[in-house]
């Protein structure tokens, strides 16, 4: 007799039947889960697609002159410098030995096209990442040879990969793998210590 005919009629089922039935019940109702999260999720886009593009708040309060901090926009890192008196005196020191001191290149917004490559002169945004190779320069602030930079080193980042040199305003040296300036992004500050990456107001 079969297990609907027997529930039908009222008569007792097997205990051991009744087990196997509800097992059998679980396990399908799990699985029916298993298939429908993915498929859901699937279909609602992701945190990190929606941030893709968006604009990125970063609060500066406490970034202390002489040092560096790193933030994630459209899946680059993005450097923001609060730079010293003297590291703002290097950045012409360097000139003479750049390629592209007033940054004819356009690596940069139009209100970043001055000798800083900043709003504010001691503050830079930067795109962290080589111009030649997609490489990732680390910061060599310290000017002379304490950082194995040479002398003459005036501070600034040195790209590992292929050994090219910007200065602290992300110029590139002559002579580099690197074909042009470090990328300033598009920024502005919505406060004293408040900068927006990613977005400035300005028609595309």
């Known amino acids: 007799m079969s297990t609907a005919f027997a529930l039908a ?8 039947r009744r087990r196997l039935l509800i097992a059998t019940s679980a396990l399908g109702a799990a699985a029916g889960v298993a298939v429908a999260i993915p498929l859901i999720a699937s279909m609602a886009p992701s945190a990190r697609a929606r941030a893709a593009g968006a604009p990125v708040e970063v609060d500066i309060s406490n970034l ?5 901090m ?27 030995n750049l ?10 917004p139009d209100y ?5 490559r900043s709003i504010k002169p001691e ?6 990442i080589c111009t030649h190779l997609g490489c990732s320069p680390t910061q060599k602030f ?6 194995g930079m040479g002398a003459d080193w005036p501070g600034g980042f040195f790209c590992p990969c292929h050994g090219s040199r910007f200065d602290l305003a992300g110029r590139v040296y002559k002579g580099m793998p690197a074909p042009t300036n470090l990328e300033i992004p598009p920024h502005q500050y919505l406060a004293e210590a408040r900068l927006l990456i990613g977005e400035d107001g300005t028609k595309a």
Request: zero cysteines; proline letters at 12%; aromatic letters at 4%.
């Open 70 to 96: 790193t933030v994630e926009w459209r899946g680059k890192p993005v450097w923001i410098v609060r730079r010293t008196p003297e590291m703002l005196a290097a950045l012409r020191q360097a000139e003479p």
């Open 142 to 147: 310290q000017a002379g040879a304490g950082q």
């Open 9 to 16: 009629a009222g008569e007792p089922m097997d205990p051991e």
């Open 123 to 128: 503050i830079l945004v930067a795109v962290g």
């Open 112 to 116: 970043a096209t001055n000798e800083y």
């Open 99 to 108: 390629a592209d001191p007033a940054s004819g290149n356009p690596q940069q």
């Open 64 to 68: 202390a002159p002489g040092e560096m």
